[in-house]
Nanobody, 122 residues
């Protein structure tokens, strides 16, 4: 059974940091991604990583501030978020099970976690 479980969200002030974790079980995949969805907005891709640790790609809005990584031994994908801004406030989701198409579109993935909330105050 495929399962993705996120953790690490919380409330921080602007300029702060958080590290999100996603524990993956039940399958292996080519690559995985983090998405986010703010109230009233579409879900958008934040970062992607191949399961060999390469192929990292970031959305323009988070380049230079966020870092995606993984620990295959622990079956965990991380998202280190630094220099957080109020506009980073969103529910963050881990995604796997690539179906094809543009990685940053939610329809490209078939498996999702339940999400973890990140709130950044000014």
């Amino acid at each position: 059974q495929v399962q993705l479980v996120e953790s690490g969200g919380g409330s921080v002030q602007a300029g702060g940091s958080l590290k999100l974790s996603c524990i993956v079980s039940g399958f292996t995949d080519t690559f995985m991604a983090w998405f986010r969805q703010a109230p009233g907005k579409e879900r958008e891709g934040v970062a992607r990583i191949y399961t060999n640790g390469g192929g990292k790609v970031y959305a323009d809005a988070v380049k230079g501030r966020f870092t995606i990584s993984l620990d295959n031994a622990m079956h965990t994908v991380y998202l280190q978020m630094n220099s957080l801004k109020p506009e980073d406030t969103a529910m963050y989701y881990c995604a796997a099970g690539w179906l094809g198409g543009t990685w940053s579109r939610p329809e490209a993935f078939g498996h999702w976690g339940q999400g973890t909330q990140v709130t950044v105050s000014s």
